[in-house]
């Protein structure tokens, strides 16, 4: 077999797929996987059509293909990701945050994948609940905060992995509205006790949905009691780093996890006899960067295994930061700060343009004469 190395024009996931494609539909696929295969696999080909670009200098032409926008395709998610993330500049309150991680234990992973939708949805709740209780505790901030959170589910060699990164205000509304409650420099709460209750709540929201058979249930987890047990004795994993900056720092630091897909396609270095190579970071060992292969079905099926049910949202936002209490808590915090927001730069821009932007580039510029400009001839049908 030829080995397909990373270099210019790169080794992507839609050819990992397209290698064994044949092979991996043998194997039972949920509609959104089949689908995410699909998608991949078409996006930017003729399959999906397109247009003909043609330079107003030289008659250079090249067809541009459609993408296919799945939200797990990685080549369609830094236009997306730039854009939410300008956009939220102006839903923000000014001043420092923190990023805190929630992560359930490897005993729940069974229970969490045959039942995503439901999971993840209590996953949202208890660390929601979690920090909003924590944070009301008069013994650490004592005041109302908020958060914008953000579900994975995957480690950096594809396992399964489901944790929520939040991103919370350093500090909160009092419980009168009447003045701003700074948090502590170094921590917002006690990870001891954030860890605490967030087991507390998420065990209890488990065992409500199980008692109203709202669950698929693996065999060994049958018994309620003995899972608890076992649930108690485990290390749940909170995890608090120190403040960030101020918004602009915070909106670079969540840049990076907000439409991130399981692996990105600059990741990958070879296809090589049917084994796929890829990067991974250690974070055991100083957050050093190694090497991993797998087989090249074993990297689909882990691949896969991240494809979100359909119509889930994996970005909420809790507390003052929620949608219901933009115009009423959320505004009150920032007049009680006192510091101005920041407005959106790319609202209403064309992919184009939001390029344009960022690169201080045109996209639209010949690639070859360099002197004219990229335009659309005709268009191109969908093909297959």
């Known amino acids: 077999m030829q080995t397909i ?37 078409q996006c930017r080909t003729a399959r999906l059509g397109g247009h003909l670009n043609c330079c107003t200098n030289c008659g ?20 997306k990701q730039v854009q939410w993330v300008d956009k939220l500049k ?10 805190i991680v929630f992560t359930i234990p490897e005993l729940l992973n069974p229970l969490f994948y045959i039942n995503q939708t439901d999971c993840y949805h209590l996953l949202f709740r208890a660390a929601s609940e979690a920090l909003q209780k924590a944070g009301s505790n008069p013994n650490f901030l004592g005041a109302d905060t908020g958060a ?19 991103l919370v205000p350093a500090g909160g509304l009092s419980e009168d509205e009447t003045h701003w409650v700074q948090a502590p420099k170094k921590f917002f709460v006690p990870v001891k006790a954030l860890s605490s209750m967030f087991r507390g709540i998420l065990i209890r929201e488990l065992k409500s949905y199980m008692d109203q058979n709202k669950l698929r249930i693996p065999q060994d987890m049958d018994d309620f009691g003995v899972l608890k047990k076992k649930l108690y004795l485990k290390n749940w994993n909170v995890y ?28 990958l270095i070879a296809l090589d006899q049917n084994k796929i190579s890829f990067f991974y970071r250690d974070y055991r060992n100083a957050n050093q960067q190694r090497i ?10 882990r691949f896969l295994q991240h494809i979100l049910p359909s119509g889930f949202y994996k970005i909420r936002y809790f507390g003052i930061l929620a949608t219901v209490h933009i115009h009423t808590k959320r505004e009150q915090a920032i007049a009680l700060i006192g ?28 690639p070859k004469c360099k002197t004219g400009y990229m335009t659309i001839q005709m268009g191109i049908d969908k093909s297959g």
Not at 10 to 30: G, K, N, T, Y
Not at 60 to 79: G, L, M, T, V, W
Not at 292 to 301: P, Y
Request: hydrophobic share 35%.
């Open 5 to 41: 190395i990373n270099q210019r024009h790169r080794l992507e996931v839609a050819d990992i797929f397209r290698s064994c494609i044949q092979e991996f539909l043998q194997h039972p696929l949920c509609s959104g996987q089949q689908k995410a295969m699909e998608d991949i696999l």
């Open 60 to 79: 250079y032409e090249k067809p541009a293909y459609n993408s296919c926008r799945n939200r797990h395709c990685p080549k369609c998610q830094f236009i």
């Open 90 to 99: 102006g839903r923000l309150i000014p001043g420092k945050y923190f990023h």
């Open 148 to 166: 914008v959170a953000v579900l994975h589910t995957w480690g950096q060699t594809l396992t399964y992995h489901p944790h929520i990164h939040m």
């Open 240 to 267: 608090s780093k120190k403040a960030l900056g101020g918004v602009n720092s915070v909106l670079a630091y969540l840049g990076k996890y907000t439409h991130r897909v399981a692996i990105s396609n600059n990741r």
């Open 292 to 301: 991993m292969a797998l087989d090249q079905t074993e990297f689909v099926r």
């Open 339 to 366: 510091k101005p927001i920041l407005l959106p730069l790319l609202e209403g821009l064309s992919a184009y343009e939001v390029i344009r932007e960022l690169t201080g580039k045109d996209p639209a510029l010949c």
